[in-house]
């Protein structure tokens, strides 16, 4: 079975710190990353996908990739309170798998 | 704001009956997937239609039924509800298959809670 694993949580962190989320993947094959942010209650949210071994940065947030370890990251800078919430780690093959997530919470 | 609507919001059934649960699309999206999400876990994909044809489906038996009309919108049919079954059902709209490209960004619906007593 083809799996996406991520720490549950809860990650706290205080306001202004670097956030770093972990997930790991089953399957060498994957090719796509997806990371979303998930407020309770609320529907996931696209934050950033990455394809390519190395890092991306999106604003604060920046995305690692290592295909070789299988293992990408989400690292989140100057976390605010508002970043307060659970972030689900995405791969798509065929179909798109998500982990159970890891919820984060930034504390002023 | 993604644009795409569900309904009902929550719905209460009894095991044994039959739910349709209804999605609404971003406007010129030709793909629906539908996930369903269970209290603490991560959504799992239940299936996806492209174009009014079944695109992909995961692991879930056959009592999970879709439907995607010419405007896009699509229904997820559940018969024989099990207590298992009660979990917040995503929809989720795209530009084009998600099989047929590398990436086309998904954009959720609010959700459906659904309760099975």
């Known amino acids: 079975q083809k799996e996406v694993e991520q720490n549950s949580g809860p990650l706290s962190v205080p306001e202004g710190a670097i956030a770093s989320l972990n997930c790991t993947y089953s399957?060498?094959?994957?090719?796509?990353f997806f990371w979303y942010r998930q407020y309770s209650g609320k529907s996931p949210e696209l934050i950033m996908f990455?394809?390519?071994?190395g890092d991306k940065e999106d604003g604060r947030f920046t995305a690692q990739l290592n295909k070789a370890s299988q293992y990408v990251s989400l690292l989140i800078r100057d976390s605010q309170p508002s970043d307060s919430a659970t972030y689900l780690c995405?791969?798509?093959?065929?179909?798109?798998?998500f982990g159970a997530g890891t919820r984060l919470t930034v504390k002023p | 704001e993604t644009g795409v609507t569900q309904s009902p919001t929550h719905l209460i059934k009894t095991r044994g009956q039959q739910v349709t649960l209804r999605c609404s699309s971003q406007?010129?999206?030709?793909?629906v997937s539908w996930y369903q999400q269970a209290l603490g876990q991560g959504p799992q994909f239940i299936f996806q239609?492209?174009?009014?044809?079944?695109?992909g489906r995961g692991n879930f038996p056959p009592r999970f039924s879709g439907l995607q009309f010419p405007n896009y919108s699509s229904e997820l049919n559940v018969n024989a509800l099990e207590l298992d079954d009660s979990a917040l059902y995503l929809c989720?709209?795209?530009?084009?298959?998600?099989?047929?490209?590398?990436?086309?960004?998904?954009?959720f619906g609010p959700g459906t809670r659904l309760t099975v007593l």
């Open positions: 989720a709209s795209s530009l084009a298959g998600i099989r047929l490209y590398s990436y086309n960004e998904q954009f």
């Open positions: 399957d060498r094959g994957s090719q796509s």
């Open positions: 990455i394809y390519s071994n």
């Open positions: 995405a791969v798509k093959d065929n179909d798109m798998r």
């Open positions: 406007s010129g999206h030709n793909t």
């Open positions: 239609y492209y174009r009014e044809e079944e695109n």
